[in-house]
């Protein structure tokens, strides 16, 4: 079972391929995958996406023992990617994983039981406006009390730092339930001390099967990058009720979700 539990970091910044080590590199992937890749005008976007999914082929590779060729990678509605397979097995009964790539980072975490969330930050300056305006732009989307930790956190640096930890959880956690970011989130509020012990509450309903990591990367320059494993081995009422708030209220990608479309994505990822 420990072996479906997988975690790996690719710091792209070290890889300057030539125009032919690229293709090569593309070349790995089935070709319906290659529209994805080469529609990014920069190099650094092609290198995360590319990279990304590499990982996640060998990923499924190394860890069920599938051949390159035999294997099946789909998205769904909401974006997150799933193997359209039966191998699994019974050794993991929900296999499922989760991407994310930020700044110099590609990140994937696999698990073959609990529903997992994976969420890269790199905690970058805005350039066209100061860190509190930028801040306030997504002032909905969090709680009260997390909202006062924010803005309470110190100088506009560490109000910043505060602003992308938090937000890093909020991702991780959508992530694994394969819902979208949308307005709801407020009610989706996390705790913690000294960001570590970090638990969250769903309509003031703590959920004490969710348990989230929170990691700075080592390589920092003026960057600050943190990665968040969500896992989960069950679902409460009190989370359908939020999913439905976010997936069919005020969904950014789906204004009117069905309960037909939203339990379909349910079951593509594993509930």
Request: charged residues 25%.
């Amino acid at each position: 079972m420990e072996k479906g539990v997988q975690r790996w970091v690719v710091d792209i910044s070290k890889w300057d391929p030539t125009p032919h080590d690229f293709s090569f590199a593309l070349y790995l992937l089935p070709q319906r995958h290659h529209s994805s890749i080469i529609k990014y005008v920069k190099l650094e976007d092609r290198k995360r996406a590319l990279v990304s999914l590499l990982l996640q082929y060998a990923l499924v590779h190394q860890v069920l023992g599938i051949p390159f060729e035999e294997i099946t990678i789909n998205r769904t509605i909401e974006g997150k990617p799933y193997l359209e397979s039966d191998k699994a097995g019974m050794d993991f009964p929900n296999f499922n994983f989760n991407v994310s790539h930020h700044g110099d980072y590609v990140a994937i975490a696999s698990e073959p039981l609990c529903l997992v969330g994976l969420d890269i930050v790199s905690c970058t300056i805005p350039l066209r406006e100061t860190i509190p305006e930028f801040v306030q732009n997504f002032s909905s989307y969090f709680s009260s009390f997390e909202w006062d930790n924010i803005l309470n956190a110190g100088t506009s640096d560490e109000i910043l730092i505060e602003f992308y930890r938090y937000w890093c959880l909020k991702e991780a956690y959508v992530k694994a339930i394969g819902i979208g970011v949308a307005y709801g989130l407020d009610k989706v509020e996390f705790h913690h001390t000294g960001w570590g012990n970090i638990s969250v509450k769903i309509d003031g309903e703590t959920m004490t099967e969710w348990k989230f990591w929170l990691f700075e990367l080592g390589k920092r320059h003026w960057i600050k990058v943190h990665i968040v494993y969500a896992r989960k081995t069950l679902i409460s009422s009190c989370e359908i009720r939020v999913m439905y708030r976010i997936a069919g209220i005020c969904c950014k990608r789906s204004p009117k979700v069905s309960h037909r479309e939203l339990q379909e994505n349910i079951t593509a990822i594993g509930f």
